[in-house]
């Protein structure tokens, strides 16, 4: 940390991991107490503004997002936290972690000398605070650096790049202790704002959702961010708050996260404008996450791993309306188009346990430099 005068100077690096872009900050680059760190952050944003205008957030959900990394406390390469900060309010939560940005940390690790590569490929074991789980990616690498280039292509994402593979097998009960929080496949909740009791299923592994079928909040599930409308995100928003209270966890959060789930159907992607058929996908899926809420322009990694697992998972919600696969593959169809994931779970003895869970993200490195905060801001 460096002063200039009225102005604070911190060193950031700016990365997009699979549709979403963070800013990087190290931990001890940061104030320790946290509100003060928050109060940093917040700044650096330009947050709680609609548009962000005095920070450096994009002013989109997909957009204001944030890894801080620090030297692994367990055993790990490092230590990393997710922090989505909210644009409307003075507020970082640090209730999820974040797949997307989880690829961007396998390629920062790599550039960032945290990890010695073997040849053309890195092993990046990254510890997550936000769910006290471990984390693997495998990283190609060029030159040293993480790769930039390559033919996989990610639907919400322009062109190709190089494929980061994520593995969340470890990470099943990282919100709750367990792989399904209640001890069933699916539960019935009792949501008064909706004057109805749905059948839902909560799952936890790479974030705890709470997974439901679309009508019962109104939804087709072929909405997208320009689609989806007021009185839907008011159906959504009774469900996470009744989906929370069952659990017994606080609400007004990011967890669970609401996933609405319906049969394959075509539909025209956002963004691109190409018609996705509904054989190219194993199920329809929606998320409205965020604070306040709002329908993520494709599909946050973390919630497809679980949508994955959860579809493999005889009696859930999301089990129930899966087509059939052959193979470990499952593909959801998401409003930007559709994302592939691996995922095998096996019962012994009454016990599941999940054997894969698994997808790619391209991540690229954006910028680097420093960021200014005031310095009645960082001295609080």
């Known amino acids: 940390m460096t002063s200039l005068s009225e102005q604070m100077r911190i060193r950031f690096v700016l990365i997009r991991g699979g549709t979403s872009k963070a800013l990087f900050l190290r931990r001890h680059e940061l104030p320790a107490d946290p509100v003060r760190r928050d109060r940093v952050i917040l700044e650096l944003f330009g947050s709680p503004d609609a548009r962000q205008i005095d920070g450096l957030g994009g002013a989109d959900l997909l957009t204001s997002k944030l890894a801080i990394i620090g030297a692994a406390t367990t055993d790990a390469d490092l230590d990393y936290t997710f922090g989505q900060v909210s644009i409307t309010e003075s507020r970082v939560s640090y209730d999820i972690n974040c797949g997307n940005i989880s690829a961007g940390v396998g390629a920062y690790a790599v550039d960032e000398g945290l990890v010695e590569p073997a040849d053309d490929q890195a092993h990046v074991r990254m510890y997550n605070t936000n769910t006290q789980r471990i984390l693997l990616a495998e990283v190609p690498v060029v030159g040293g650096l993480a790769a930039v280039a390559g033919d996989f292509q990610m639907d919400g994402v322009p062109g190709t790049g190089a494929p980061i593979l994520l593995d969340y097998q470890h990470t099943a009960g990282g919100a709750t202790g367990a792989l399904l929080p209640t001890g069933h496949e699916r539960d019935s909740l009792a949501i008064p704002e909706l004057s ?52 017994g966890i606080s609400t007004g959060g990011l967890v669970p996260i609401p996933v609405a789930v319906a049969a394959p159907a075509s ?17 329809l899926a929606r998320v409205v996450g965020g604070i306040p809420l709002a329908m993520h322009k494709a599909y946050p990694g973390t919630a497809g791993v679980c949508t994955a697992v959860a579809a493999r998972i005889p009696g859930t919600v999301v089990a129930e309306i899966t ?33 894969r869970a698994a997808y790619a993200r391209t991540a690229r490195r954006l910028a680097e430099g420093y960021a200014f905060v005031r310095r009645s801001t960082w001295e609080g």
């Open 323 to 355: 087509a059939p696969g052959d193979g470990d593959t499952l593909t959801i169809g998401h409003p930007s188009g559709t994302m592939p994931i691996w995922a095998r779970v096996r019962s012994t003895a009454g016990e599941l346990v999940v054997e």
């Open 267 to 283: 539909y025209t992607a956002y963004g691109s404008g190409q018609v996705v058929g509904s054989e190219e996908m194993s199920l």
């Open 196 to 247: 109805t009791t749905a059948e839902v299923s909560f799952v936890d592994i790479g974030n705890l959702c709470v997974f439901f079928p679309a009508k019962v909040a109104g939804m087709t599930g072929l909405e997208d961010s320009t689609t989806l409308t007021g009185d839907q995100i008011a159906a959504v928003k009774a469900i996470q708050y009744a989906a929370a209270g069952k659990l």
